[in-house]
């Protein structure tokens, strides 16, 4: 069995410890008590070293708890371990922060906490509420911040399952809970690593929230992390304004007027680039010999897919008396057809056809169709077939 001197201490950063198992050639250890929190409840493993070896991993295996190690520790009866501080107290800044969060949430709305989850750069919690308005992320962000500001003490006690009051959620374990409480408004059972006061949780930042699974997820940050993160968010902002010669208020109002500038921008580029295909069209036409039936019939073939403007070329071709236009591409493998409406050929009927018996799929009306085919080898012989109509 392993004791778990971070139940009891969150801020010891040494400790020593005598080893009771050497795994897998030394890189597997497990001593007889640690300072090292190992991935549960949400939270990373802490990082850190014993003897200077660097902690790659910390597993936690019902009683004890495995230190996996980047490369294997020398035989010996003893260790000394040290936890890499900055990284665990950014674990105890966000995992408090949740508890708070979580808490507030509660408070203000019902809402009820489901899941936790601490990432690199920021953390989550999924709220059952299948949506969450601005105005109330707004509200929640507020009031945790204002409990930040009060520096309400956060203690850890040790409570029998069976006699276990107020707490937030009900735990399900049996036996001896550890309770995390803050003082004067949350209690919750957890074995995480969390700070003293709520004074050091630092800001809390509330990012975003998106849909998941009939409810809501919150993303945060807390204490350095929503310093950094509203740093480089201030950071992105002002280069925006820079490149608007505007300041940062006036900044998403020119972005609104760029994007809806560039949408009238685009609807007017393709208006014209199909007038321009339609005029092509008619130019392909008077350019297209007839043959000895009089029809006039143009093959087109491309690189690219059959878009909007071939449509119009070929709508506009077969505007015109007795023609028949047809168009492939062989990445992907497609087609086109065409036909005037006193052409006496059916598009739609003659190109379902070919496709049929070329494996290909597609369809149309008497006028225009399009479909798709397996291989470029279908595609010549398909061709081959519409062009001898």
Known sequence: MTTRLYFSDSYLTQFDAAVQAREDGGTRIVLDRTAFYPASGGQPCDSGSLNGIGVIDVIDEADTIVHVLERPLDPCDRVQGRIDWPRRFDHMQQHSGQHL????????????????????????????????????????????????????????????????????????????????TIDGFDRSACGGTHVRATGEIGAVLLRRVEKIRGGSRVEFVCGLRAAMRARADFDALSHAARLFSAQLEEVPALIAAQIEQAKESEKARRRLALELA????????????????????????????????????????????????????????????????????????????????????????????????????????????????
Do not use: W
């Open 101 to 180: 969060l979580s808490a507030v949430f509660d408070s203000l709305y019902g809402y009820k906490t489901l899941s936790f989850h601490m990432g690199a750069d920021s953390s989550t919690i999924d709220l059952d509420t299948p949506s969450l308005e601005p105005a109330r992320l707004r509200e929640a962000e507020a009031r945790a911040n204002e409990l930040v500001s009060l520096n309400s003490p956060v203690s850890v006690s040790f409570e029998d399952a069976a006699t276990v009051r107020d707490l937030r959620k009900e735990s399900g374990r049996e036996g001896t809970l550890r309770i995390v």
């Open 278 to 389: 339609s005029a092509r069209g008619r130019d392909l036409y008077t350019a297209a010999a007839p043959d000895a039936a009089r029809m006039r019939r143009h093959l087109e073939r491309l690189d690219a897919a059959l878009g909007d403007e071939l449509r119009a070329t070929a709508q506009s071709y077969c505007a015109q008396p007795l023609a028949v236009f047809i168009a492939a591409s062989a990445n992907p493998p497609s087609v086109l057809m065409a036909s005037s409406a006193d052409s006496g050929l059916d598009a739609g009927s003659l190109l379902k056809e070919a496709l049929a018996a070329a494996g290909g799929k597609g369809g149309g009306n008497a006028r225009l169709a399009q479909g798709s085919l397996p291989s470029p080898e279908a595609l010549e012989s398909l061709l081959a077939h519409l062009t001898a109509q």
